[in-house]
């Protein structure tokens, strides 16, 4: 007899006993079965693998990919800064992050506002350990869920620097990044993605990171921008983009790399996954035309750091949306993003005349604004969507929920960077010399050059 015709002769008689119990034990066994099945944690290798590689994708957005394309846009003599500057507050974030990041942000804790300290250096965290993802009963390890969201947080303050490029103390750089992460990102991480976080019970979405990630760091940028001062000579001298070359292939690294950051923030490898991807494809797609479409009508010609500029702005957009959005919605959104990004950045900034250098207000902040609101509408099942998670289940609730994150990340933001800047100014100094600003920041606070011509 063949192990198959075992099997089922096991599997036959099992059922002939299981039918002759009375019925009350029937129904014990039963019970006690289907809670034994619900008791029990799965652990599933492909989503596993999925979240590997999506942590990995999220640090290959920032380094190359945020490093490249901000590299590209400041001039020659600060290539090799902005390089520099990204390189490392990834590290003092991963740092930070482990020590006790995590705890603040995910902790367990109680509290609307912050996670507490229960896992300050990951205290609690085993191999064993497991992290809930959006199904029932399936887990993935809680490792894999710390260094996924660790690379949230290191590359959420390198998006900053493109605000004060060129012109800001390295000492300063580092100082505020502790700071601001310590009291702005971990508490606003919390405060959206954590079951007691004050945003999240609201029942705002933001499923990849529009307000703890982009509008987060585009208002600190813009606070940045303003407290530090315009660069030596804006608005006289030459400071177009050294290498759009670069820029281009940063950008292209961070539109791959943006698939870890959206659709790994499914957290499993399922279709929820795959609505994100397809949404990161078009409505990126879209914001490229959208804002290469306004530089025809308004410049009659459309350039490389257009489209660029139009990708990331998409790219934005889409990143609280991506899970809840359809197709056709995302489509909309990116393009309305661009349109949006595009009359921030070349109108409102000369208008009002900040000094922010890689406009990260003007496409993270302006275009994490409209995809947090956007949220709310699109999510609409008549809309594409996949509903409505505000309390009242209305449309009008949700972009409430939206509107109220928004402004509470506007606000926290707002006022952790600006004391954050004068506590900066207070003990380091903020700016260098104008004599080394002009000769620039490669050598004059690293004492090398990206090029040796």
């Known amino acids: 007899m063949n192990n198959s015709m075992k099997l089922s002769g096991l599997t036959a008689l099992g059922a ?10 029937q129904e014990a066994a039963a019970t006690t079965e289907a809670a034994a099945e619900t008791a029990a944690p799965i652990v599933e290798k492909g989503d596993v693998a999925w979240m ?18 901000y590299g590209g846009l400041v001039r020659t003599k600060n290539m090799l800064s902005v390089l520099m500057q990204t390189t490392v507050i990834s590290a003092v974030a991963m740092i930070i992050w482990i020590v006790y990041g995590y705890s603040m942000a995910f902790g367990g804790g109680t509290s609307p506002y912050w996670g507490g300290f229960a896992k300050v250096f990951l205290a609690g965290v085993t191999p064993d350990s497991l992290s809930a993802t959006f199904s029932e009963g399936i887990m993935i390890p809680e490792y894999l869920f710390i260094a996924f969201q660790m690379t949230f947080a290191a590359i959420t303050p390198a998006l900053i620097i493109g605000g004060f490029a060129e012109r800001i103390k390295f000492s300063a750089v580092l100082l505020f990044v502790v700071i601001w992460l310590t009291f702005s990102y971990f508490p606003i991480a919390h405060m959206v993605w954590d079951a007691a976080g004050v945003i999240y019970n609201h029942g705002a979405i933001d499923f990849a990171g529009g307000t703890v990630v982009h509008i987060n760091a585009g208002i600190a940028a813009l606070v940045a921008a303003i407290v530090i001062g315009p660069r030596v000579g804006y608005g006289k001298d030459n400071m177009a983009p050294h290498s759009m070359t670069l820029t281009m292939v940063g950008a292209s690294m961070l539109w791959v790399g943006w698939f870890g950051f959206n659709a790994g923030s499914n957290l499993e490898a399922t279709a929820g996954a795959t609505l994100a991807m397809i949404n990161t494809f078009i409505a990126t797609a879209a914001a490229i035309l959208g804002w290469s479409l306004m530089e025809v009508m308004t410049r009659g010609k459309a350039s490389m750091l257009g489209a660029a500029s139009g990708m990331v702005a998409g790219l934005v957009a889409i990143t609280p949306a991506c899970g809840t959005t359809g197709p056709v919605g995302a489509i909309a959104l990116g393009f309305l993003a661009a349109i949006a990004c595009f009359f921030f950045v070349t109108t409102v900034k000369h208008k009002l005349g900040y000094d922010d250098s890689l406009d990260v207000f003007g496409v993270h902040g302006i275009g994490g604004i409209i995809g947090a609101i956007g949220t709310g509408i699109l999510a609409a099942p008549s809309l594409g969507g996949t509903g409505f998670v505000a309390e009242a289940g209305t449309m009008g609730a949700q972009v409430y929920a939206q509107i109220l994150g928004v402004v509470i990340t506007i606000i926290w933001s707002g006022a952790v960077s600006l004391v954050a800047l004068y506590i900066c100014k207070a003990t380091t100094g903020l700016r260098v010399t104008t004599d080394e600003e002009r000769e620039g920041l490669d050598l004059t606070s690293h004492g090398e050059r990206a090029y040796n011509l």
């Open 52 to 69: 590997m590689t999506a942590t990995l994708l999220v640090l290959f957005m920032i380094v190359p990919g945020l490093a490249l394309f």
């Open 16 to 25: 002939s006993l299981f039918a002759s119990l009375p019925a009350w034990a």
